[in-house]
């Protein structure tokens, strides 16, 4: 008998039985299961992430709620709906090498602190900047507003340079000497466009 994930997760659900352990469905066929291991000691259980193959271990009375949930990612509109766990793994896991940008271990986190920033330790993330949309989207856009402000000085001053060195030309080959620092720089009146936060 051949069951989809879904079928075999509301099988082993509907039954008193504990999953990994042996259980019967509607036509009294039994089935075993040995993807979904629970420590009697601790009452936890193994779950697994569908895309990714993640292993998770959740307490044993979160099991229907947490199998119950589903995908509501903007980034990935192919996978909004579908189910988030699975108690049997559906492809093999791969640990990722992804730190979360709010990490203890990266190098501007001293200035994330200055900034009053929470501090995450997520590791081994397939994709941290989704990540970063989906679980820290204020702290995201924070750090994206100062990048693209540092970005906006850098370019004001290359273009101060650059205008100095054309005014430089320009007065070595008019033969008259006039202050470069007395030229105007252009900056416009309009005010900087904002992003509308995610949430």
């Known amino acids: 008998m051949v069951l989809s994930m879904d079928a075999l997760d509301m099988a082993l659900l509907r039954k008193e039985g504990e999953p990994g352990v042996t259980s019967e469905d509607e036509t009294g066929e039994v089935l075993k299961v040995t993807g979904a291991e629970v420590n009697q ?66 190098p501007e986190r001293p200035l994330y602190d200055s900034w009053g920033l929470a501090t995450c330790l997520s590791a081994h993330l397939a994709d941290p900047v989704s990540h970063a949309h989906n679980k820290h989207p204020k702290e995201w856009l924070r750090k994206e507003d100062a990048e693209r402000r540092t970005r906006e000085e850098e370019d004001r001053r290359l ?41």
């Not at 650059?162 to 252009?186: C, E, F, K, N």
Request: proline residues 11%.
């Open 41 to 106: 000691a601790t009452k936890r259980v193994t779950i697994y992430e569908v895309r990714t193959g993640e292993p998770r271990t959740i307490p044993q009375a979160m099991l229907r709620a947490t199998l119950r949930k589903t995908h509501k990612l903007p980034l990935e509109p192919d996978w909004n709906g579908r189910r988030i766990f699975s108690i049997q793994p559906t492809v093999p896991y791969v640990q990722r090498a992804g730190v979360c940008f709010l990490h203890p271990s990266m």
């Open 159 to 199: 273009q101060k340079e650059q205008l100095s060195a054309q005014a430089a030309i320009l007065t070595a080959m008019a033969g008259r000497q006039q202050p470069v620092d007395d030229l105007p720089l252009y900056v416009s009146d309009k005010p900087p466009k904002r992003r509308k936060p995610r949430g």
